[in-house]
Every structure is written in structure tokens, then in C-alpha cells.
């Protein structure tokens, strides 16, 4: 018999070759993984704004009007009393099939009915809440100018705009500004539902979170775009400088207001939803020019003799949209603008 012949063993340089290449491997690996995790992340995200966008249409359609930054109460007594105001999620609520919390708030006495449910559809999964428990949310309202602002300054003797936004304060102020109204068909009649934003993310690590169920009791600028926990964005800020400044994912709270910008922790821009119902992703090299017309729904001011006639937009918000031209011609937005 013949004796046997050993096999051949892995030499320690071609163990190391073979550990190097499996690294290699890997460290392609991770990064493929990761951005595909991303990816069906943000497709949730995606999901998510859809969905309330849904809701809007259909609490536009059975009431011919938009929710407000600011709402009246459900419970009819608290609504007469003014002794609180709720934002825009809470409309919304039984188009979402969340009836049950919104008869919650109908038949409480009191402000709140208890700790509001936590909602996945309120969340972006690549900006999760802090506590399972914690009721945040993710979303915003294009709210405009934001609340009853001036310039920038909150002000309870100027009136509302309604080509500032699409969610306008449908709450009021006794003695200074009566509630107001938005629908789809004065969209429609203006700039378009495909053309101007009603709900973006702003939930960046740069923003302090927001809250889609917190009752506001005394607080009349609760949708002022540029406070830190409202679930609003707009225009807000200092023009001084906008046009060479981002206003998607901004991060420049003295110079923009990034408090009251769209923001997100996705790479590269966030998701928005417009009046019609689609989405679309927002990139953050978006000029400011671009952003002012989709966040105003009547995009136009006239000049005659070096005066500008406000229609349906604030002084304000004329000002976001002239950051193009320095006041002497409107920006037409380009399809590729919106693309």
C-alpha cells in the first residue's frame, strides 16, 4: 500500500490575500445594504405624507375648505369658550381612521382627553421619535408667512393673506383678524394644486421636534413658522441674503429660519406632498426663488409707479418671491424646477 499524501495546506500569505478580499467584499457590501435600507425608508416616508395628502383632499371635498395651522377645538363648549386651538393633524383624524381619538377630543371636557396614541403615520422611520410613547411628528403644513407674522414679526392687528400658504389660521383673533379659509378650487384658480406644496418634512436633527396632538391654550403665534416645535413651514427668515442661501435642509438659523424650513435626515432633500395629492422629493439645491412660488399659492404682486399692490400675498411673502428679480419681474417656475 502506498502511503497517502498530505493535502496541501493555506500558506499565511494566501489566508491574508483571502481575508483582504473578503473585506473588500464587505466594505462594498455595507454600503449597498445601507443605502437600501435607506431607500425603503424613505419609501415609508414616501407612504406616509400620501397618506395625510389623501386626507387633505378629502377633508377638502367634504367641507370645501383646508384645515388651518390653527383649529378650533372639536368639543363644541371649548370651541365657543376659545379655550384652545389644535393644529392641522387633528381635522384630519377621521380620514385617517383615527375616529376614535378624534370623538375622544368631541367628548372631553377638557383640553386634552388624556395622552394622545402614538401614530406611525405622523413619523418618518429615518427620523424616529425619541420615546415609543412620545406623540411627535415628522410633517409640516405650509402655513406661508406663518400665522399673523409681519415681516417676520408677530404682529395681532395684520390680517390674513390667503396666497401666503394654503393652511391659514381658521381660528382668529377676536378684535384684531377673523378666521379664514383656503380650498383646493381658489388653489386651483391661482397657481395650480401641482404647483404649490401643502405638507414637507421638518424633521431634521436640527429642529426641535414637533408635535402633531399638543393642545395650545394661549399661544397665538402656535403657527408661526419660525418657533422651533410647529408643525409648520413657510417663510421665515431674513431675505437679506436668501439668494445665496438653501432654504431645503438649511441649516442657518440666523441668516434663514431653518426652524421654519422643510428639512429632513435623508440624504439629499425631503419629501413633500402638493395640493394635488402627489409627492414629490425636494432637493436641496433648490433655488429660493423656486420655493417661494410653490409655497404661495397666488405667486404675483403688480407694480405701478414704483408701488407694489399686494393681492392675495403679505408684504412678506412678496419679498420671498422678488429674491429672483429684486422686485422688477415675477419668476416663472420651469417643469424642471419641480422635476
Avoid at 37 to 65: P, T
Avoid at 156 to 182: C, H, I, L
Wanted: charged share 10%.
Amino acid at each position: 500500500m502506498s502511503p497517502s499524501k498530505s493535502k496541501p495546506a493555506f500558506t499565511l500569505v494566501e489566508l491574508l490575500v483571502v481575508i483582504a478580499i473578503i473585506s473588500t467584499l464587505m466594505g462594498l457590501l455595507l454600503p449597498a445594504v445601507q443605502s437600501a435600507r435607506e431607500a425603503g425608508r424613505r419609501n415609508n416616508c414616501i407612504n406616509n405624507v400620501k397618506q395625510l395628502a389623501m386626507a387633505i383632499l378629502s377633508h377638502d371635498g367634504q367641507r370645501n375648505a383646508l384645515p388651518g395651522w390653527r383649529n378650533k377645538h372639536p368639543n363644541t363648549t371649548l370651541a365657543a369658550s376659545g379655550a384652545a386651538t389644535l393644529s392641522w393633524p387633528i381635522p384630519l383624524l377621521p380620514y385617517i381612521e383615527r375616529m376614535d381619538y378624534y370623538r375622544a377630543l368631541e367628548n372631553s371636557s377638557s383640553v386634552s382627553p388624556g395622552p394622545a396614541p402614538t401614530m406611525a403615520i405622523f413619523n418618518c422611520p429615518t427620523a424616529p421619535a425619541d420615546s415609543p410613547t412620545d406623540p411627535t411628528i415628522s410633517y409640516a403644513a405650509n402655513a406661508g408667512n406663518g400665522a399673523n407674522q409681519l415681516n417676520g414679526v408677530a404682529s395681532t392687528t395684520t390680517p390674513q393673506f390667503k396666497g401666503d400658504g394654503v393652511m391659514v389660521d381658521r381660528f382668529g383673533v377676536s378684535g384684531t383678524y377673523a378666521a379664514a379659509s383656503v380650498s383646493l378650487d381658489f388653489i386651483s384658480g391661482k397657481d395650480g394644486t401641482a404647483n404649490t406644496l401643502v405638507l414637507a418634512e421638518k424633521s431634521s436633527s436640527n429642529v426641535q421636534p414637533a408635535w402633531w396632538s399638543e393642545p395650545q391654550t394661549t399661544a397665538i403665534n402656535w403657527g408661526a413658522v419660525g418657533s422651533a416645535a410647529n408643525p409648520v413651514f413657510g417663510l421665515s427668515g431674513t431675505t437679506a441674503t436668501l439668494s445665496t442661501l438653501k432654504v431645503i435642509n438649511s441649516n442657518n438659523a440666523a441668516a434663514v429660519g431653518h426652524r421654519g424650513l422643510p428639512s429632513s435626515n435623508h440624504p439629499g432633500g425631503v419629501v413633500a406632498a402638493y395640493c394635488d395629492g402627489h409627492t414629490a422629493f425636494l432637493k436641496d439645491s433648490m433655488s429660493p426663488w423656486v420655493y417661494a412660488q410653490l409655497v404661495t399659492s397666488d405667486s404675483q404682486w403688480i407694480i405701478t409707479g414704483g408701488t407694489v399692490s399686494y393681492t392675495t400675498n403679505s408684504a412678506w411673502g412678496n419679498e420671498w418671491l422678488r429674491t429672483y428679480s429684486s422686485g422688477t419681474a415675477a419668476y416663472i417656475l420651469s417643469e424642471s424646477d419641480i422635476q
